[in-house]
């Protein structure tokens, strides 16, 4: 399985350009993304529900976790899945066309950050 985790508070716009790109990427539909989203941004969420490039599994937080919690609960949510690979994603991530520029992956549990084609 492979995973894209999202973490999005108060920029609609530039979720929607990490969208828009993420849409553009090969391979999009073989990944699964799972954006967490702070509470109360409803133009946040409309720009993920809007999204059908791939299967997105909406998280919206309870309260408010600020960016590192934030970051950390999507993360143990695509490890929970036994995902194979995970991207992160900030909602102001600018990248090119191919998610394998940078993939986070599982060993043993341990994480590792691998770096190809760049």
């Not at 954006?35 to 299967?55: K, L, M, Q, S, Y």
């Not at 600018?94 to 992956?105: G, I, K, M, P, W």
Request: proline residues 3%; hydrophobic residues 40%; positive net charge.
């Amino acid at each position: 399985m492979k995973v894209i985790t999202m973490t999005a508070y108060r920029r609609p716009q530039y979720t929607r350009e990490v969208l828009d790109a993420l849409a553009q990427c090969d391979g999009i539909g073989d990944w699964t993304l799972i954006p967490n989203v702070e509470p109360g941004n409803t133009e946040v969420i409309a720009a993920f529900r809007d999204f059908h490039a791939c299967e997105c599994r909406l998280v919206v937080n309870e309260r408010r976790l600020g960016l590192n919690r934030n970051t950390l609960a999507a993360l143990m949510r695509a490890f929970h899945m036994k995902a194979d690979h995970v991207v992160h994603l900030k909602d102001d991530t600018a990248f090119e066309h191919h998610l394998d520029q940078l993939l986070v992956t599982t060993t043993s549990r341990r994480l590792r950050v691998v770096r190809l084609h760049l």
